[in-house]
């Protein structure tokens, strides 16, 4: 009898702390997990919100700025949490997302960006990348709006040899000063659907 009390209890134990567990979902913005508890706070003038349903995290006239090594701006893990392989990043407004001695955004599994208004990602200090494809991950820039990726001293866009992307935003700027795509697996410029032309606007900066 002792033996079945002591059992049920251990279950109960384990079953209460198992449902006030967190869910983590592979997402870091400005140093902070996502997390089931923790889906929207705000970021100075910004907010940073993340649906679970869909699976998209939104920015909204968001600013963030880090500085030192693996300190970036907003960091994407490959997560079975999430309910769908490819996480959606929305940015609304004029967003800013800067990292000093890392990299500024770093996808280990695919991501789209979706873009309204301007976006800028900056890496200074450091042989950084702008934005990042790890593991074999594709990124998908979308949407009516600019995206500008700089890289003081390193490359605006970096794919480990293996990393993807497939850009169909309207108008995508690109500045690295040890070149623009770097060590990427394959390149695709689509025409964009989201804006009044019909193709899609790649501006490089020669590498100095």
Known sequence: ?????????????VAAMTAGADTFYGIYVNGTKVTSSNTSWTIGSGTVS????SNTLTLNNATISRSGTDKNAIDVEASSNRTSS??????????????????????????????????????????????????????YPRGSGTLNL??????????????????????LNLSG????????????????SNSTSTTTTVTFKPTK
């Open 150 to 171: 700089n890289a003081t001293d390193g490359c605006a866009i970096y794919g480990d040899g293996n990393g993807s992307l497939s850009a169909t935003i309207a108008t």
């Open 177 to 192: 000063k040890r070149g623009n795509l770097c060590r990427m697996s394959s390149v695709y410029l689509l025409p964009s």
């Open 1 to 13: 009898m002792k033996q079945r009390l002591s059992l049920l209890l251990f279950i109960a134990i």
């Open 86 to 139: 490819a996480l959606t990043i929305v940015f609304t407004g004029t967003n800013s997302l800067n990292a000093a001695n890392a990299d500024a955004v770093v996808c280990r599994a695919d991501v789209i960006l979706n873009v309204s208004g301007t976006t800028t990602f900056t890496t200074t200090a450091g042989d950084q990348y702008a934005l990042r494809a790890k593991n074999g991950a594709c990124i």
């Open 50 to 53: 993340y649906n679970h349903s």
